[in-house]
């Protein structure tokens, strides 16, 4: 009948594991379309007199397989349109045939009747070939869009689609961002078939062989070595939960919210010093610090029955996207300024009612130099702010003033100058506000300079063989100086 497209399966590779009835179809076929000819199944085929039409020009005409498949779909809808249509896929038809997911999609849309008409499946074979039991666990992939974030590295790994040396070096360097270089994997072509290929390699030699075709898969064997596991997010997971399980760590299962506040304040700034030095292997392990306080939080909440390191991921996903519809969405926002006023309103949506001041959200956990910051930032915002520096550094100069006149000798003026101390601070922070500058940033550089120098100074001390006691302060000022000479 017209308008319909039944497809059918080639099998893994010889005539002999193709199903009678699928046998019989091909035989008798009017019209009967081959994905590509480049299989084993075709070649005996060809001598029971079989005739049929190939998409492997199609192939040549395109250099992205979207491309290839988007015409091979066109093609056999626009055909259908006037005669029933035999379409052959090698393997099975719904494992790893993109042009039978398109054709699923668009065939009623075209009211053409997509049918599915059996095969036999290449996974089968492959189960088979490498002697491993599926029921563990395991991964089909295609190896033309494979991505590391997706390998579950403790179950068996197939990935098809790995036609030809180019494929497989991208395979390679993707599986090596997880795995180690000379993990043995294998390529395995034609599984089941008289020509069946396996051949073990390390994981670096994978691109080596030269026996690919489009009947080629890779399999990656399950990872059994926790160390290797160590990059995987589940792992990392599974070792904070036995951290704070009934056997873990004493000091872990004591932990709470309140009592890890301090910690994470820490590691942040552990994180903000790596930077500032530009330190990248330091960055590494702070930021996993940092991590660390996370997934303690989360086991934490998992423990108690609230929440859990998925409730985070999820809710942060979420955020990511709504506050993002410039990426996500038809919003535009050229610039960082619009990105910006865009989240504030989105957060504004969000919370529902209007604030009580401008100035809530600003957090009382923030370190008072960046509070400050933040306090003045908002003001800004509503116009409550000088134009240009110069009022801004008067104010300054006005503080100081009054800073300077409290210190009289009496205790009343020390109250006042602890007050007045402030205000000058204050003002002083919105000086760095009008020229960028983050104040929080900017004392911690000068704290780790002042770290440095004095430093110095210290082993100078030393090497005199006499204590501080013995040295003047115009002597230790000299080895100040010699340091700030030396640039540190």
């Not at 397989?65 to 056999?76: D, G, H, K, P, S």
Request: proline share 3%; glycine share 6%.
């Amino acid at each position: 009948m017209a308008n319909q497209i039944e497809i059918v399966g080639l099998g893994a590779g010889d005539l002999e594991q193709l199903p009678l009835g699928v046998y019989k179809k091909l035989l008798k076929a009017k019209t009967l379309f081959l994905r590509t000819k480049e299989h084993p199944v075709v070649v005996e085929l060809e001598k029971e007199g079989i005739r049929y039409i190939s998409f492997d020009e199609v192939y040549e005409k395109h250099d992205q397989f979207a491309a290839v498949y988007q015409e091979i779909t066109r093609i056999l809808l626009e055909k259908a349109q006037s005669e029933s249509v035999l379409y052959a896929v090698p393997g099975h038809p719904l494992v790893a045939e993109q042009t039978v997911q398109l054709l699923l999609e668009q065939g009623p849309k075209e009211q053409i009747e997509i049918a599915i008409g059996g095969g036999q499946s290449f996974i089968d074979a492959l189960f088979a070939s490498l002697k491993i039991d599926p029921v563990e666990g395991f991964q089909l992939l295609d190896g033309t869009a494979l991505q590391a974030n997706t390998l579950q590295m403790d179950q068996h790994q197939i990935i098809c689609q790995v036609f030809d040396q180019f494929t497989a070096s991208n395979v390679k360097l993707t599986l090596m961002e997880k795995y180690p270089d000379d993990y043995e994997v294998w390529i395995v072509t034609a599984a089941g078939s008289k020509d069946e290929v396996l051949e073990k390699v390390q994981l670096y030699e994978l691109d080596h062989s030269l026996t690919m075709n489009n009947l080629t898969s890779v399999y990656v064997p399950p990872v059994r070595k926790d160390s290797i596991l160590w990059k995987n997010f589940t792992k990392l997971r599974e070792i904070i939960a036995e951290l704070r399980g009934p056997d873990g760590c004493p000091w872990d299962k004591e932990q709470t919210h309140e009592s890890l506040k301090k910690y994470l304040i820490e590691e942040t700034f552990e994180v903000i010093e790596a930077i500032d030095k530009g330190d990248i292997d330091h960055l590494i392990e702070e930021l996993g610090d940092v991590l660390l306080q996370v997934m303690l939080h989360a086991q934490i909440g998992e423990d108690e029955g609230f929440f859990t390191i998925d409730d985070v991921v999820e809710g942060l996903s979420a955020k990511m996207i709504r506050r993002h519809p410039h990426v996500f969405g038809n919003v535009t926002a050229d610039s960082a300024e619009e990105v910006v006023k865009n989240w504030q309103e989105i957060k504004q949506q969000e919370k529902g009612t209007a604030p009580s001041s401008i100035l809530e959200g600003v957090s009382m956990a923030l370190p008072n130099l960046l509070r400050a910051y933040e306090i003045q930032k908002k003001a800004a915002k509503v116009g409550f702010d000088w134009q240009e520096i110069t009022p801004a550094l008067e104010k300054v100069k006005e503080e100081l003033n009054e800073f300077i006149a409290e210190l009289d000798g009496t205790e009343e003026g020390f109250l006042y100058a602890k007050q007045e101390f402030g205000d000058l601070l204050f003002a002083f922070v919105n000086v760095a506000r009008f020229l960028h500058i983050n104040p929080e940033e900017s004392l911690f550089a000068t704290n780790e300079k002042f770290i440095r120098r004095f430093r110095y100074v210290e082993q100078m001390v030393k090497n005199s063989g006499r204590t501080f006691e013995h040295h003047t302060l115009e002597e230790l000022d000299l080895y100040w100086d010699e340091a700030k000479s030396k640039g540190l």
